[in-house]
């Protein structure tokens, strides 16, 4: 079973901790990449960003302190992918490609404040994606029944009870199921989602 994401966070204090760097590389280069390619970066230099990006998460971690505020992670993260874009265009003196917004300060700006729109945009994006990976990582610690019952239910909408007729199961059975899955999925995403 793989460890807890708040326990992933200490982890990455640990430069040597492999295991606790590749997950947040499987977490985030999705994540990063699509925000890059989206805003104004051509695809030859997205990667060369994206490790840029991690490189400066594995190099400050041992100094990032979780506020315990919600997002806390998340806008660490913000900052330092818009710090990353400042310099990407600073040392390059580029223009963002076929974007036809030649703004790029004002799109650094609004990515750095917690208020922009833009921001928020980062902000449910972020926790979506995330949200998305971690159950994807999760499923397969559970019997299929108990993911089917918890994907009825939660993902989907439906009724507990009609989701137990359906499975043949109790509705105790199926808020157990639903309660193991996210009682999972808390764990794994402590200090990464709001």
Known sequence: MSPTSATLLERLRDRADSE????????YSPLLSGW????????????????EVLLTVAREAPQFQHSG????FRSWLRTILANR???FW???????????????????????DPDSSLSHLWDQEHDQHIARRLLAMIEPQFA???WQTFRRVVLEGARPDA??????????AVFIAKSRVLQR???ESRGLLD
């Open 185 to 187: 999925l808390r764990s």
């Open 90 to 112: 600073r040392d390059r003196r580029l223009q963002p490609a076929g974007t036809g917004d030649s703004d790029i300060v004002g799109m650094l700006d609004q990515l750095e």
């Open 85 to 87: 874009l400042r310099e």
């Open 163 to 172: 989701v137990a007729a359906e499975m043949g199961l109790t509705v105790n």
């Open 20 to 27: 606790a760097w590749q997950r947040l590389v499987d977490l």
């Open 144 to 146: 299929p029944a108990t």
């Open 36 to 51: 890059l390619r989206r805003h104004a970066m051509q695809s030859a230099d997205e990667d060369d960003l994206v490790q």
């Open 69 to 72: 505020r919600p997002g806390a």
